[in-house]
Nanobody
Framework: QVQLMESGGGLVQAGGSLTLSCAAS????????MGWYRQAPGKQRELVAS??????NYGDSVKGRFTISRDNAKNTVSLEMNSLKPEDTAVYFCNAVVSRSVISRETYWGQGTQVTVSS
């Protein structure tokens, strides 16, 4: 069982910056992948960024503006969001893919944190 605690959401003006953080705790062997997804009202959840074993992946709409980082020792992941746009407004969800053993994996989600970007 893994719990994901998100923080850092809030209101920011267009062009501003905001940093989201997520901390994982609980029982697990290792965390393979951590990342962030977002979902706006009436839209499907989409990948924002993810990081695993030295590789990163970004959604096309945030490339060059967002930076994801991970502290493996602390089991945390952060998302630095710069040059924010109104279309970035959404609920952001932390995601973790956890290995309970060498061959067993489970996916966990945070509760979500609201990010609102005003024009």
């Amino acid at each position: 069982q893994v719990q994901l605690m998100e923080s850092g959401g809030g209101l920011v003006q267009a062009g501003g910056s905001l940093t989201l953080s997520c901390a994982a705790s609980g029982r697990f062997f290792r965390i393979n992948t951590m990342g962030w997804y977002r979902q706006a009202p009436g839209k499907q959840r989409e990948l924002v960024a993810s990081i695993a074993a030295g590789s990163t992946n970004y959604g096309d709409s945030v490339k060059g503006r967002f930076t994801i980082s991970r502290d493996n020792a602390k089991n945390t992941v952060s998302l630095e969001m710069n040059s924010l746009k109104p279309e970035d407004t959404a609920v952001y969800f932390c995601n973790a893919v956890v290995s309970r053993s060498v061959i067993s994996r489970e996916t966990y989600w945070g509760q979500g944190t609201q990010v609102t970007v005003s024009s």
